[in-house]
C-alpha cells in the first residue's frame, strides 16, 4: 500500500473524479486545509481518509499529510482533477529502479499540457524561471517542479522541511539535493482543473507561489 497525500482547499467539484481513478494498492489521504465547502464529507463518502490541517498554506497541509501517511513510500499530488492518479505507479517505478541502484531518490511528474487553459502562460513562465534559478542552485536538471512526486516518507521527513506556504515544493527538492539524493522526471499529463484555481489560474496566486518559492531559495542557500 502507498499512502497519496492530496492538499485540499475547496475542492468538492474535482475529488470524485480524483478520488475515482486512484489505483489499485494506492489509499487517498485528502488534506482538508480548512475548505469552506463539503470536500471534507465528499472526500470520505468516495473512500478517502480525511487529514484535518487547520493551519493555512499549502505546506502546512503537505507536511500534515506527510506526517499521517503510515506507509514506506508515499506520494503527493494536486487535489484539483489537473493530475491523473492512474499514472503514480509509473513514478513508483521509476523511485524503485533508483532506489535498486543504490541511489536516495524523488521522482517529480513532468507537466505536461494536454488541453487548452491546462497551464496558463504566466504560470509556465515563472515555473521556468524558478526551475532555472533551482537547478543553478542545486545542481539540478529539471524543467519543472511538479506537484506529483514520489519519495519514502522517513527521508522526507529527515529533511526537516519549515516552509509552510507555496515555497514547500521548492523546499522538498533543494534540500533533498543537498543530502545527495537523485532528482529525476518523468512525464505526466497535466489537464485543465476542475473548478476555480487558487494558484497558477491567476496572476495573483503565481505571483505569490513565486515570492515564496524565491524567499525558500535565499533561505536554504544561507
Known amino acids: 500500500m502507498i499512502d497519496v497525500v492530496l492538499p485540499c482547499l475547496d475542492e468538492a467539484e474535482a475529488l470524485p473524479w480524483v478520488l475515482n481513478r486512484m489505483p489499485e494498492g494506492f489509499r487517498a489521504l485528502v488534506v482538508d486545509n480548512a475548505s469552506t465547502d463539503d470536500s471534507a464529507s465528499v472526500a470520505a463518502a468516495h473512500g478517502a481518509r480525511v487529514v484535518p490541517a487547520p493551519q493555512r498554506g499549502f505546506g502546512a497541509a503537505c507536511h500534515a499529510g506527510l506526517r499521517a501517511a503510515e506507509t514506506e513510500i508515499v506520494c503527493v499530488?494536486?487535489?484539483?482533477?489537473?493530475?491523473?492518479?492512474?499514472?503514480?505507479?509509473?513514478?513508483?517505478?521509476?523511485?524503485?529502479?533508483?532506489e535498486a541502484a543504490g541511489h536516495r531518490a524523488l521522482v517529480l511528474g513532468r507537466r505536461r499540457p494536454t488541453g487548452p487553459g491546462a497551464w496558463p502562460p504566466h504560470a509556465r513562465l515563472g515555473n521556468a524561471v524558478l526551475a532555472r534559478s533551482l537547478n543553478r542552485r542545486?545542481?539540478?536538471?529539471?524543467?519543472?517542479?511538479?506537484?506529483?512526486?514520489?519519495?519514502?516518507?522517513?527521508?522526507?521527513?529527515?529533511?526537516?522541511?519549515?516552509?509552510?506556504?507555496?515555497?514547500?515544493?521548492?523546499?522538498?527538492?533543494?534540500?533533498?539535493?543537498?543530502?545527495?539524493?537523485?532528482?529525476?522526471?518523468?512525464?505526466?499529463?497535466?489537464?485543465?482543473?476542475?473548478?476555480?484555481?487558487k494558484v497558477t489560474g491567476t496572476l495573483g496566486g503565481t505571483a505569490r507561489a513565486v515570492r515564496d518559492m524565491r524567499r525558500v531559495l535565499a533561505e536554504v542557500a544561507r
Open 138 to 197: 542545486a545542481g539540478t536538471r529539471l524543467r519543472d517542479l511538479g506537484p506529483m512526486r514520489a519519495a519514502r516518507r522517513d527521508g522526507l521527513l529527515d529533511l526537516g522541511l519549515r516552509d509552510r506556504r507555496f515555497g514547500y515544493p521548492l523546499e522538498m527538492v533543494l534540500r533533498a539535493a543537498g543530502a545527495g539524493w537523485r532528482i529525476e522526471e518523468t512525464d505526466v499529463a497535466y489537464r485543465p482543473r476542475t473548478g476555480s484555481s
Open 77 to 98: 499530488m494536486d487535489a484539483d482533477a489537473s493530475l491523473d492518479p492512474a499514472e503514480l505507479p509509473r513514478l513508483v517505478a521509476r523511485l524503485h529502479a533508483l
